[in-house]
């Protein structure tokens, strides 16, 4: 429990711990920033990790202190969600077959069949979509691997989704987190954050549900 709170207590106050991060580490701290995104995307044991708020902290930071060079800042954080969410893919790609071989008793091969016709019909959408939702975006290109997404039809809805999540975030960041009411309420703002960022995963099941009923 007390982990939790103490993420939790990360995620609201991440602009703090990122501002401590580049006074201690200067210019490596474009590394650690990089290596943040891609676990965050990459790794399915890292989901914990911020996202949407640590962007947008990481553009605000960068307006304020003026160590950073935005522009570098952008093309690094494209490119650490882009190779994130395609190691992701190939992780599944190679461990779902040997996961859903039967071994594991829990992990019946209709989940993968499931999965494999889940992203052949919204595969794209779902990609694309899944970067604006924490914890899915971590798994979404997992379980495309496992599927067999086609990797040219994936590393298009790849590139496109986390272009426009990076982008969105740390420019909005950029521009606006130095407000002086959203830097004296910046856990309000992560909250917001996060609130919007599940608003698409809420627009979707309503639709899924009512196309259902049709």
């Given at each position: 429990m007390?982990?939790?709170?103490?993420?939790?207590?990360?995620?609201?106050?991440?602009?703090?711990?990122?501002?401590?991060?580049?006074?201690?580490?200067?210019?490596?701290?474009?590394?650690?920033?990089?290596?943040?995104?891609?676990?965050?995307?990459?790794?399915?044991?890292?989901?914990?990790l911020?996202?949407d708020?640590?962007?947008?902290?990481?553009?605000?930071?960068?307006?304020?202190?003026?160590?950073?060079?935005?522009?570098l800042?952008?093309?690094?954080?494209?490119?650490?969600?882009f190779?994130?969410?395609?190691?992701?893919?190939?992780i599944?790609?190679?461990?779902?077959?040997?996961?859903f071989s039967?071994?594991?008793k829990?992990?019946?091969?209709?989940?993968?069949?499931?999965?494999?016709?889940?992203?052949?019909?919204?595969?794209?959408?779902?990609?694309?979509?899944?970067?604006?939702?924490?914890?899915?975006?971590?798994?979404?290109?997992f379980v495309?691997?496992?599927?067999?997404?086609?990797?040219?039809?994936?590393?298009?809805?790849?590139f496109?989704?986390?272009?426009?999540?990076?982008?969105?975030?740390?420019?909005?960041?950029?521009?606006?987190?130095?407000?002086t009411?959203?830097?004296?309420?910046?856990?309000?703002v992560?909250?917001g954050?996060?609130?919007?960022?599940?608003?698409p995963?809420?627009?979707?099941?309503?639709?899924?549900?009512?196309?259902?009923?049709?």
């Amino acid at each position: 429990m007390q982990t939790i709170l103490n993420l939790f207590n990360i995620f609201l106050h991440i602009d703090k711990y990122l501002s401590l991060v580049i006074d201690k580490f200067g210019s490596f701290s474009y590394l650690i920033i990089f290596l943040v995104i891609f676990c965050e995307t990459g790794l399915v044991i890292t989901p914990f990790l911020p996202g949407d708020s640590f962007l947008f902290a990481a553009g605000a930071l960068t307006a304020s202190l003026g160590s950073f060079n935005i522009w570098l800042l952008w093309i690094l954080l494209i490119l650490a969600a882009f190779l994130g969410d395609t190691v992701n893919y190939w992780i599944g790609y190679k461990v779902g077959p040997v996961a859903f071989s039967g071994k594991v008793k829990f992990l019946k091969k209709e989940y993968l069949d499931r999965a494999q016709g889940f992203y052949e019909k919204y595969g794209g959408k779902a990609i694309i979509l899944s970067r604006f939702i924490p914890i899915i975006r971590t798994f979404a290109p997992f379980v495309a691997g496992i599927g067999k997404m086609k990797y040219t039809k994936f590393i298009s809805y790849n590139f496109i989704g986390g272009f426009v999540w990076v982008s969105l975030f740390l420019w909005v960041g950029y521009f606006f987190g130095n407000i002086t009411f959203i830097k004296n309420n910046f856990e309000f703002v992560a909250l917001g954050i996060i609130f919007i960022s599940l608003i698409p995963i809420v627009v979707e099941a309503i639709k899924s549900k009512n196309e259902a009923k049709r």
